[in-house]
Nanobody, 119 residues
């Protein structure tokens, strides 16, 4: 099982980045996928979540209207398009896969990609 994030980097306030997460080793289309972030000294927080078939999404209030989560089940990819970035978006971003079936929870994390918003 592997989740590999990419697309992070340094961007100026107001700029955009697109994060990608490549999945392998599990049945991707069965899993709810999420993006989390963790800034230094802060707890990891849920940023966005998308249902297994992509029909439903949700976002933390601070990114609504700026970030968009999407997925391509054929490619086993999940994306986070981040627009109008702010310095407070600076964090390590992680993707997570989660499935609950027959009372068991299966959960996998990627290693993270750093996003820094600074002028």
């Amino acid at each position: 099982v592997q989740l590999v994030e990419s697309g992070g980097g340094l961007v100026q306030p107001g700029g955009s980045l697109r994060l990608s997460c490549a999945a392998s080793g599990f049945t991707f289309s069965n899993y709810v996928m999420s993006w989390y972030r963790q800034a230094p000294g802060k707890e990891r927080e849920l940023v966005a979540v998308i249902s297994s078939v992509g029909a439903s999404t949700d976002y933390v209030d601070s990114v609504k209207g700026r970030f968009t989560i999407s997925r391509d089940n054929a490619k086993k990819m999940v994306y986070l398009q981040m627009n109008k970035l702010k310095p407070e978006d600076t964090a390590a971003y992680y993707c997570k896969a989660r499935l609950v079936v027959s009372g068991r929870t299966y959960e996998y994390w990627g290693q993270g990609t750093q996003v820094t918003v600074s002028s």
